[in-house]
């Protein structure tokens, strides 16, 4: 198994500019979810999804939109980039519920002009 | 707003010495549980305790749970260079579908 893959590892953006980060699990885990890290700042929860055609915002979730049409991807799309969102984004998933232990995507990094 | 606070921020020990990481939590929790980051990577899950649970051990592992302090501890003992890394401590509260995760301890082991 893959496991959590993301793409892409890097992106450099232009202020307003959109693009989606992928995500996709194999591991028919029904929770996925999206972290942005920061320094000093830990992981926050940008929004998650407890199965295919369910989602919910997480702590951070004003300029960002999901959605899952499928089990194994869930992609994270920016609307309009702004500088604030330069970070590193993972992805996240776990088998049935989002309280259990979660496997981690290798992350993107994401940097905003 | 983060659920779990991780102390020290910053840890730097000799090989071989035991590392203590320490997390303390607001709300009544189902579980807790303790992450890896390897500079540049994805966490790494290392162990859970739910609230019933008072210590759980994982290999050089130990992790302890005080439901009544809302704390817990990681305790790694005889440390080798390969866990330098960041360690991150996660909540899930009750009724909650999710992860609160703190700010992290970094660890460095000099050899």
């Known amino acids: 198994n893959a496991g959590v893959t993301q793409t892409p590892k890097f992106q450099v953006l232009k202020t307003g500019q959109s693009m989606t980060l992928q995500c996709a699990q194999d591991?028919?885990?029904?929770?996925m979810s999206w972290y942005r890290q920061d320094p000093g700042m830990g992981l926050r929860l940008i929004h998650y999804?407890?199965?295919?055609?369910?989602?919910d915002q997480g702590e951070v979730p004003n300029g960002y939109n999901v959605s899952r049409s499928t089990t194994e991807d869930f992609p994270l799309r920016l609307l309009s980039a702004a500088p604030s969102q330069t970070s590193v984004y993972f992805c996240?998933?776990?088998?049935?519920?989002?309280?259990?232990?979660?496997?981690f995507g290798p992350g993107t990094r994401l940097l905003v002009l | 707003s983060q659920q779990g606070e991780e102390d020290p921020q910053a840890l730097s020990i000799q090989e071989g010495e035991n590392a203590t990481m320490n997390c303390s939590y607001k709300t009544s929790i189902n579980n807790l549980q303790w992450y890896r980051q390897n500079s540049g990577r994805g966490l790494v899950h290392l162990i859970l305790?739910?609230?019933?649970?008072r210590e759980k051990h994982s290999g050089r592992l130990r992790v302890t749970l005080d439901t009544s302090k809302k704390s817990s501890s990681l305790l790694i003992t005889a440390s080798r260079a390969a866990d330098t890394a960041s360690y991150f401590c996660?909540?899930?509260?009750?009724?909650?579908?999710?992860?609160?995760f703190g700010q992290g301890t970094r660890l460095t082991i000099n050899p």
């Open positions: 996660a909540t899930n509260k009750q009724g909650a579908q999710k992860l609160v």
């Open positions: 305790i739910r609230s019933n649970e």
């Open positions: 996240a998933s776990s088998y049935s519920r989002g309280g259990e232990t979660q496997y």
């Open positions: 999804s407890v199965g295919a055609g369910i989602t």
């Open positions: 591991m028919n885990h029904e929770y």
